[in-house]
């Protein structure tokens, strides 16, 4: 039985000061992952090394999404994420969080199963698994449900197929009654000290997925305003990183939470 004792934080964190920064301010967990505007894709082999010995005990997930976009991925795609797998820095990782889906938006059990084999070949500890926020893009959560739980995944990160956990609240509940501790549902997309509360009571989901992202804005004293690197509206001279006062204060709420 997957039944938590206690509510769980995890934050996602694309850098050693965003991971330290989640310890600082009370978070059960690091997802670490690079390109969190797109929503988190698989971090350089460098940026999870600089993750180790870190001062404190903080458990390190790391995500495995090679490219932004949908989740069905082709064979040198696949290779890829296994040859991140044959690593020392990702070996080093406490657990994993990944997803594969067919083109008819059910669970490619097969590619995913491939994955979790890669990650535990040789493994001397027990490693942990989160099936990510594919799982929002299925066409049958009841059924990816099973199929998730059967492949023997400890997590699934979902906002309840909504743009927003706050938003997924129905389905998020249903999920969580039908895991009956089979697995654990762990809300994400939106959350917040303002809406954790309601989420936790409203659904009985007692782990929350936040980025608790603020932006940090760069000390250059000239601004070449005349072109951009990406996107016409991306700031060239700011970029988002883990705040500890937003981190503190959703903590603080989870820790406080009394259903």
Known sequence: MKILD??????????????????????????ICSA????????SQSSLSLTDNLQGNIVRHVLLRPRPGDFLYNEQEICDMEADLDT???????????GCLKPDGTVDCALTERLML?????????????????FD????????????????????LTSGCASAA????????????????RIIIMAGGGVNAANAARIMEETGV???HASCSAPKYSKMLFHNTKTNMGSASADEYAYTTTDYNLVKSLSDVIKNFRL
């Open 137 to 156: 893009m299925v066409s049958d959560p009841f059924k990816a449900l099973e199929d998730i739980i059967a492949l023997g995944f400890d997590r699934i």
């Open 6 to 31: 206690h509510p769980e934080l995890e934050i996602c964190a694309g850098d050693r000061e965003s991971v330290e920064t989640a310890l600082a301010g009370g978070a059960t967990r690091v997802e």
């Open 206 to 208: 007692r782990s929350l």
């Open 166 to 181: 706050v938003e997924g609240i129905p389905l998020l509940r249903e999920l969580n009654r039908r895991a009956a501790g």
């Open 36 to 43: 969190l505007p797109i929503g988190g894709l698989t971090p």
């Open 88 to 98: 020392p820095a990702f070996r080093a990782a406490d657990g994993y969080v990944l």
């Open 118 to 134: 890669k990650a535990v070949q040789g493994a001397e500890d027990k490693k942990s698994f989160t099936f990510h926020r594919a």
